[in-house]
């Protein structure tokens, strides 16, 4: 079947660390895989995304790393700061582009 | 950037009567729009995807006749929760997909509906 697995645990670090997110998945031929953030109560807000082909994106503090034969996306912010807390998203999109996949979220915490 | 809005935020009702989310593209034209649900710590789950002037295709599992998805016109597509109960007590989101670039959606701020 197919599954798209990020830590369910929350993940705590001090202010100024990087922090690094994982989003694996298995039996998907993803084209992109996308990443957003969620506040509560709140829609997704989209922050990166990376094609098949590319191993690596920046953007500002962020960065997304895509390994097809792992199958496996990292994302990482650096210098984090308390207002990076939020949960985040990881999510598959197909050639079609019909169809998102997301992954249940990774809770980030950053404390002062 | 692109902004999508959804109407109502939050809503309240009894078991049996119809709710109607709205979900506009307000400066772009949504080609595509998708209607997710969300449970607490849980992923968003596709419900729907509607193109303008089609009818929408409806993930499985999900009733179409229970949940009516009407995209009218490219910048808004209405959700309505036909004889709620309080297990469709959710969080439903939408987001919307312009012609380019394809592979990004931007989601609305989401509707809490809560079914008495």
């Known amino acids: 079947s197919q599954k798209i697995e990020q830590n369910s645990e929350a993940l705590n670090i001090q202010e100024g660390k990087t922090a690094t997110l994982t989003c694996n998945y298995t039996?998907?031929?993803?084209?992109?895989l996308q990443w957003y953030r969620q506040d509560p109560g709140r829609g997704p807000v989209f922050l990166l995304l990376?094609?098949?082909?590319?191993k690596e994106k920046r953007k500002e503090r962020l960065k997304v790393t895509f390994d097809t034969t792992l199958k496996q996306s990292l994302f990482h912010i650096t210098a984090s700061q308390p207002a990076d807390s939020a949960t985040y998203l990881c999510a598959l999109v197909l050639y079609n582009f019909n169809k998102f996949y997301f992954g249940s979220g990774t809770k980030l915490n950053v404390k002062p | 950037g692109a902004v999508v809005s959804q109407h109502p935020s939050r809503v309240i009702c009894k078991s049996g009567t119809s709710v109607k989310i709205e979900c506009r593209s307000l400066?772009?034209?949504?080609?595509?729009m998708f209607w997710y649900r969300q449970f607490p710590k849980k992923s968003l789950m596709l419900m729907a995807t509607?193109?303008?002037?089609?009818?929408?295709?409806?993930e499985q599992g999900v009733e179409k006749d229970k949940f009516l998805i009407n995209h009218a016109s490219l910048t808004l597509s209405t959700l309505t929760v036909t004889s709620a109960h309080p297990e469709d007590s959710s969080f439903y989101i939408c987001?919307?997909?312009?012609?380019?670039?394809?592979?990004?959606?931007?989601f609305g701020p989401g509707t809490r509906l809560l079914v008495l």
């Open positions: 509607s193109n303008e002037g089609s009818k929408a295709t409806y």
């Open positions: 987001s919307a997909r312009g012609a380019s670039p394809a592979e990004t959606q931007y």
């Open positions: 400066d772009f034209q949504a080609t595509t």
């Open positions: 039996n998907y031929s993803p084209a992109y």
């Open positions: 990376i094609r098949e082909n590319e």
